[in-house]
């Protein structure tokens, strides 16, 4: 019976920080030094259409029905190209 080696542990050399969630990761096939980093933020406002302002200024719901909210979205993102500088351990 052979012994199993101790488990190993990874660290990190660097850390990055994006202004985005990142979503994906893909590594250059030909030169895996350089890969693509993206970002994806979906930002969700929702609002009712069915209000109405009284003769005070507040809105009031319309009685009669109930009021369809509408949900407007905004998408951003981003591609970034970096490179992995191994024999240096930066980006």
Request: net charge negative; with cysteine.
């Amino acid at each position: 019976m052979s012994e199993e080696a101790p488990p190993q542990t990874i660290s990190s050399l660097v850390t990055e920080y994006f202004d985005q969630p990142p979503s994906c990761l893909e590594f250059c096939p030909v030169d895996p030094n350089y890969f693509v980093a993206g970002t994806y933020l979906l930002q969700e406002t929702r609002e009712s259409t069915g209000e109405k302002e009284s003769e005070s200024g507040t809105k009031e719901d319309d009685d009669e029905e109930t009021a369809p909210i509408s949900v407007k979205q905004t998408k951003t993102g981003s591609l970034q190209l970096w490179h992995l500088d191994v024999t240096a351990s930066k980006l």
